[in-house]
C-alpha cells in the first residue's frame, strides 16, 4: 500500500541548530514527493518538490530511494521556520497526494 | 486574486442536518480536491475532480457528496452530518495532476457536529 509517514509529531531544536524532519514513503514504482509548510494562520503552501531539485528558504530534501526516505533539511533553523510540515506522495496519474499525519517544527530562540 | 476561497470558516450542526461547503478558486484550475484533516491523522483526500462535471471518490468519501457543476466552483455536501464528521474541512486546486502538480489550499472550514 502507498503510504507516507512521518515519525516525529513535534520536533524542537533551538535557533541556529540544524533540523532534519523524516519522511519514509512506501511506494512500488517511481515516486514523486513534495513538502507542504503550514506556517501559523496562514494556508497549507508548497515548499518544494522533488522533481525541482530545489532549495527553498534553505530547505532541502533529497530522494533516497535505497532508505525510500525524503527527509527534509536545513543546516541552520530560524524561528520563522516554526510551522507545521507534511511529507506528500502524488498517487497516480491523476496527481492525488497523500500526505504523512505531519511533524510540528518549533524552534526555540 | 483571491486564490482559494472557502464558505463559511465555521458552522456548527446537529447529528442529521445537513450542509454544503462551497469551495471556488479563481485560477482556472481544472483539478480540485476536498480534503479533511483531523487531528493526528494529516490529509485525507475525500473527493477530486479533474474537470467541469466530473467528480471521483478519494480517501474517505463515505457520508460526502460532491458537484462540480462549474469549473471554478467544488462544493462539498455532508447529507446527514455525523459527530464523526467534526473535522477541519480544507479545499484545494491545481492547474494539471502529475509531478508538477501544485496544489493550492484555501484557508479551510472547521466544522462541528454535535
Known amino acids: 500500500a502507498q503510504r507516507v509517514t512521518q515519525p516525529e509529531k513535534l520536533l524542537s531544536v533551538f535557533k541556529g541548530a540544524p533540523v532534519e524532519l523524516k519522511c519514509n514513503y512506501s511506494?512500488?514504482?517511481?515516486?514523486?514527493l513534495f513538502w507542504y509548510v503550514q506556517y501559523s494562520r496562514q494556508r497549507l503552501q508548497l515548499l518544494l518538490r522533488?522533481?525541482s531539485r530545489e532549495s527553498i528558504k534553505g530547505f532541502t530534501a533529497d530522494l533516497n530511494k535505497g532508505e525510500t526516505s525524503f527527509h527534509l533539511k536545513k543546516p541552520f533553523a530560524q524561528e520563522e521556520d516554526s510551522a507545521m510540515y507534511y511529507c506528500?506522495?502524488?498517487?497516480?496519474?491523476?496527481?492525488?497526494?497523500?500526505f504523512g499525519k505531519g511533524t510540528k517544527l518549533s524552534v526555540k530562540p | 486574486n483571491a486564490g482559494v476561497t472557502q464558505t463559511p470558516k465555521f458552522r456548527v450542526l446537529k447529528t442529521g442536518q445537513s450542509m454544503t461547503l462551497l469551495c471556488a478558486q479563481d485560477?482556472?484550475?481544472?483539478?480540485m480536491y476536498w480534503y479533511r484533516q483531523d487531528p493526528g491523522m494529516g490529509l485525507r483526500l475525500i473527493h477530486y475532480?479533474?474537470?467541469?462535471?466530473?467528480?471521483a471518490k478519494g480517501e474517505v468519501p463515505d457520508g460526502y457528496n460532491v458537484s462540480r457543476l462549474k469549473k471554478q466552483n467544488f462544493l462539498l455536501g455532508l447529507e446527514s452530518a455525523a459527530p464523526s464528521q467534526t473535522s477541519v474541512y480544507f479545499c484545494?486546486?491545481?492547474?494539471?495532476?502529475?509531478?508538477?502538480?501544485?496544489?493550492?489550499f484555501g484557508p479551510g472550514t472547521r466544522l462541528t457536529v454535535l
Open positions: 484545494a486546486s491545481s492547474y494539471v495532476g502529475g509531478p508538477n502538480n501544485e496544489q493550492f
Open positions: 511506494y512500488s514504482g517511481s515516486p514523486e
Open positions: 522533488h522533481i
Open positions: 506528500a506522495l502524488i498517487r497516480g496519474s491523476q496527481g492525488n497526494l497523500i
Open positions: 485560477m482556472n484550475h481544472e483539478y
Open positions: 475532480s479533474v474537470g467541469e462535471g466530473t467528480t
